[in-house]
């Protein structure tokens, strides 16, 4: 059984960090990747970052780009999203979610099977 448990949303102010935590319940060079998505009220989900276990190749939407990093600490089964100058249209709820085995890699949500339950991050003043 795969599970997978976010941690470390919150409130943050315009220009802020955050750092998001992915705890998978499996070794996470067990898993063909691992990715971070967000929904926002009204807003379809989007893939934010994700990295591919095979070659560490990590995909940044347009959006985050230069501001997200994604990492993993494979000793500690915990992969992270490491987020700074946030937005306010950052805000949304975040999902680490999973695939085990994959032929062709994305950053979309049909490319992913197990999936955490959410964190909320508010980047407001």
């Known amino acids: 059984q795969v599970e997978l448990v976010e941690s470390g949303g919150g409130l943050v102010q315009p220009g802020g960090s955050l750092t998001l935590s992915c705890s998978t319940s499996?070794?996470?060079?067990?898993?063909?990747?691992i990715g971070w998505f967000r929904q926002a009220p009204g807003k379809e989900q989007e893939g934010v970052g994700c990295?591919?276990?095979?070659?560490?190749?990590?995909y940044y939407a347009d959006s985050v780009k230069g501001r997200f990093t994604v990492s993993r600490d494979n000793a500690k089964n915990t992969v992270f999203l490491r987020m700074s100058g946030l937005k306010p249209e950052d805000t949304a709820v975040y999902y680490c979610?999973?695939?085990?085995?994959?032929?062709?890699?994305?950053?979309?949500?049909?490319?992913?099977?197990?999936w955490g339950q959410g964190t909320q991050v508010t980047v407001s003043s």
């Open positions: 979610a999973a695939v085990l085995s994959g032929e062709f890699w994305s950053c979309t949500k049909g490319g992913y099977d197990y």
């Open positions: 499996r070794f996470t060079r067990a898993y063909y990747a």
């Open positions: 990295i591919r276990d095979s070659d560490a190749r990590t």
